[in-house]
């Protein structure tokens, strides 16, 4: 018999919402107040995420300003992504739970199994990359520009990038699948030491990371793409999903957690 899951399909929200969401989720199954949890959502306007440890002295605010990009931390690592044009995931569940037991690469390497049989049924020929990738001797503040060990590439290039983040008794692992557009646009928003630096960093981000509409040769919109992702945790996992809504404990959690955290420089400029 196949384990229920809630499936949250989230509305379209700013960056401050949308990671307060993640944590409230976090927080009621972690105290089993919540069922584990797929959630697919989109944002609104687009943001730059940064990773927990992140330097805020990446950021360049007049071009964030310029361009109506939002701005948020998150509470998982690694670096800078700009949200927009993508399917964003987030799989919530007891720390307990077989589906995100063992290491932190067992359960990456676990729930990529998802992950890879959504893109196959997408069309898209993905695969999870086995290597560590080299070092640069530069601080890169661009998430997608090298794929890390396991994550999910088409060709050699990143595709899915997900990052985890752990208590005690719960685990978040979030992650976004670029639908279409240009890549190369996070380089407006992060400071470089120079212009040639800054040009460098794109040319190196579109030869290392693509999206699902450069792999096919066509346009996928999020309602397709968000089927797929249902439909491939089910068969690759074995889970079923139930369709549901945040509770109102988790909706007024979100809540102060937006006032109180995503939304507030003390946390977001905090370093």
Known sequence: MSEVWRLYLSPPATGAWNMAVDEAILENISRGDSPPTLRLFGWVPPCLSLGRAQPFSDVNIPALKANGWDVVRRITGGRAILHTDELTYSIISPGSNTHVSGTLLE???HLAQGLLTA??????KAEMNEERAEQSTQAN??????PSAYEITVNGKKLIGSAQARQKDGV???GSLPLT???ARITQALIFPDEGSRQ???ENLLARATTVESALGRFTDWETASKSFVQGFESALGISFQRDELSQSETKRAASLVKEKYAH???TERI
Do not use: N
Not at 141 to 146: A, G, I, M, R, Y
């Open 172 to 174: 978040l692992q979030h």
């Open 107 to 109: 359960s990456y390497q």
């Open 200 to 202: 460098h960093a794109a």
């Open 181 to 183: 557009g240009d890549l």
């Open 119 to 124: 893109l196959k049924m997408l069309d898209v």
């Open 265 to 267: 420089p003390d946390w």
């Open 141 to 146: 503040p661009v998430c997608f520009e090298t």
